[in-house]
Nanobody, 116 residues
Framework: QVQLVESGGGLVLPGGSLRLSCAAS????????MGWYRQAPGKERELVAR???????NYADSVKGRFTISRDNAKNTVYLQMNSLKPEDTAVYYC??????????WGKGTLVTVSS
């Protein structure tokens, strides 16, 4: 069983920054993919960014150049650095991992609110 705990969400002004963290139970080296998704009110959950085991990354077009995903294997943690935040970035952000057996696990989410 994999447990994922997100943290770092909160209220931020437009143009501000936040760093989300997702701490996994056990080594993250066993995961093929680690990623961040978000779900805004009334909308479907969407992929924000993901990092593959080899280190390559993918981003949603809406966050390219503003968000950066990274991982710290020693801390079993994946991060999402979010800069130049916009009101449309407001959502619950979820951590997701995929094992080599294509099984997926989700965290409970952390709320990010971008508002003046």
């Amino acid at each position: 069983q994999v447990q994922l705990v997100e943290s770092g969400g909160g209220l931020v002004l437009p143009g501000g920054s936040l760093r989300l963290s997702c701490a996994a139970s056990g080594s993250i080296l066993r995961f093929n993919v680690m990623g961040w998704y978000r779900q805004a009110p009334g909308k479907e959950r969407e992929l924000v960014a993901r990092i593959i085991s080899g280190g390559s990354t993918n981003y949603a077009d809406s966050v390219k150049g503003r968000f950066t995903i990274s991982r710290d294997n020693a801390k079993n943690t994946v991060y999402l650095q979010m800069n130049s935040l916009k009101p449309e970035d407001t959502a619950v952000y979820y951590c997701n991992v995929e094992t080599s057996g294509f099984r997926q696990y989700w965290g409970k989410g952390t709320l990010v609110t971008v508002s003046s």
